[in-house]
């Protein structure tokens, strides 16, 4: 990725600038073959985060449900007010967050965290702080959840020179399932994300990317991970972007 090293970047305290507080998200599946040519096109437009001197980051996710995957489901169903709940790795800066995600009526979607030790990313649960965090925050009792779905990635993000959006690039991206102890890959693709204010115009990748034929998709790492590790999963909801997924190897 040599275009990726010859952006200006932007160190993390810098990138706090940027505060989406009434954000909407735009997703994209992208062949990873197209990496270099999107940066090509949009390197002049957009600073590339830099922390410890690498760009490129990697990711270790855990996501939580209950037995019956009622997260899931909610999903899949297509309901508009939803949770995730997942525990996060930045390896980048040695940093673990226990995040619960919400996503409203309206599209927008809301994070809240607490830190935890790097050392109980498997235990999670088990972290007094984190169940506390829970009861506040879920309406999902801390007994019924268990660890659903482990993810792997690597993330390249970028910043607009307004400092207005932000771009996620995620790559490389593995499953493996707790509970089934499938395995799955999706290294030939990438999941595109571009965060910007609800009322904001179209920004510069999401331009480039139309004219490189690549029209917005949404897509939910966990539930995708989940459809494709889970036989017993409901997934006729995602049978669309699983066979796009399959289609792109």
């Not at 690498?54 to 990711?59: F, K, L, N, T």
């Not at 019956?68 to 939803?82: E, F, G, S, V």
């Not at 771009?167 to 493996?176: A, E, G, K, N, P």
Request: proline share 4%; glycine share 4%.
């Amino acid at each position: 990725m040599n275009v990726l090293y010859q952006m200006e970047a932007i160190g993390l305290e810098a990138m706090k600038a940027v505060r989406l507080m009434n954000r909407v998200d735009q997703k994209y599946i992208v062949p990873a073959h197209q990496l270099e040519e999107l940066l090509g096109r949009v390197a002049g437009g957009y600073y590339v985060q830099e922390t410890g001197g690498e760009r490129v980051a990697p990711y270790r996710t855990l996501y939580f449900d209950t037995a019956d995957l009622a997260m899931y489901t909610m999903h899949h169903n297509k309901k508009l007010n939803r949770q995730k709940l997942r525990v996060r790795t930045y390896r980048s800066t040695d940093t673990t967050f226990f995040e619960i995600k919400n996503k409203d009526n309206r599209g927008k979607t809301h994070k809240v965290r607490i830190p935890i030790d790097p050392a109980m990313f498997d235990c999670a649960l088990e972290v007094d702080r984190v169940r506390q965090f829970l009861n506040a925050n879920t309406p999902y009792p801390v007994a019924s959840l268990h660890s659903c779905l482990e993810n792997r990635f690597q993330r390249i993000t970028l910043v607009d020179k307004e400092m207005n959006q932000r771009v996620t690039i995620d790559s490389r991206i593995l499953f493996h399932n707790h509970a089934t102890q499938f395995n799955s890959d999706i290294s030939h693709l990438l999941v595109i994300e571009v965060k910007h204010q609800a009322d904001a115009p179209m920004s510069e990748i999401e331009r480039t990317l139309h004219e490189m034929h690549i029209l917005p998709r949404r897509m939910s790492k966990y539930c995708i991970g989940t459809a494709l590790t889970d036989p017993g999963a409901k997934s006729n909801q995602f049978k669309e972007k699983l066979l796009y997924i399959e289609k792109l190897k």
